[in-house]
């Protein structure tokens, strides 16, 4: 079966920077799933997905502009603690670097501390692969139709997949 849109595809990755390090890799555990043509990946690799089938193995390099954007620097704020997510114990650990949840008018985001204080933190707001090269080394593992509900919930359901 081709991958194209609708069908839900089970594949590994290897995910890297340009030139860099290895980020993080599906192979250790199982493989991810998402429902092609639904936005639910970056779009350079759901694009790279277009036409491949079971068993293809694939590297692909995606700029920022189609992986998780461009970084802004505009997206640093200063917010009171108190609009974190967690108990006041984990939030008293609070440090630079770490990735937390803080709750918006759109709901929970994930932020990077830049810098903590005892009532603030500066946080940096930016996906933290913002503004990177990211190359990805995939194997199809499977394709399928995507069911009913799947297309109609936008996302595939399932192990590696969306959880209701």
């Known amino acids: 079966m081709i991958i194209d ?7 590994h990755y290897r995910l890297a920077e340009e030139g860099g390090k ?10 991810m ?8 990946i970056v779009a ?19 700029p920022p502009s189609e992986g998780y954007g461009e970084r802004n620097e505009g997206n640093q704020q200063r917010i009171p603690i108190k609009h974190l997510h967690g108990d006041k114990k984990s939030k008293s650990k609070i440090r630079a670097g770490m990735v937390v ?28 692969l913002a503004g990177r090269t990211l190359v990805f080394d995939v194997e199809i593992v499977d394709v399928r139709e995507a069911t009913a509900e799947e297309a109609s ?12």
């Not at 849109?5 to 594949?11: A, I, L, P």
């Not at 799933?33 to 639910?40: D, I, P, T, V, Y």
């Not at 949840?101 to 994930?110: A, I, L």
Request: aromatic share 4%.
């Open 5 to 11: 849109k609708n069908k839900v595809v089970s594949f």
């Open 22 to 31: 290895e980020i993080e890799s599906s192979h250790d555990g199982d493989p």
């Open 33 to 40: 799933l998402f429902l092609k043509g639904h936005n639910n």
């Open 44 to 62: 350079g690799l759901e694009n790279a997905m277009e036409g491949k089938q079971v068993g293809d193995t694939f590297s692909v390099t995606v």
């Open 101 to 128: 949840s803080v709750e918006t008018e759109d709901g929970p985001r994930q932020v990077t501390v830049v810098k903590a204080g005892k009532f603030n933190v500066d946080v940096d707001s930016n996906h933290p």
């Open 153 to 164: 919930h936008g996302h595939a359901h399932g192990v590696g997949g969306h959880q209701h």
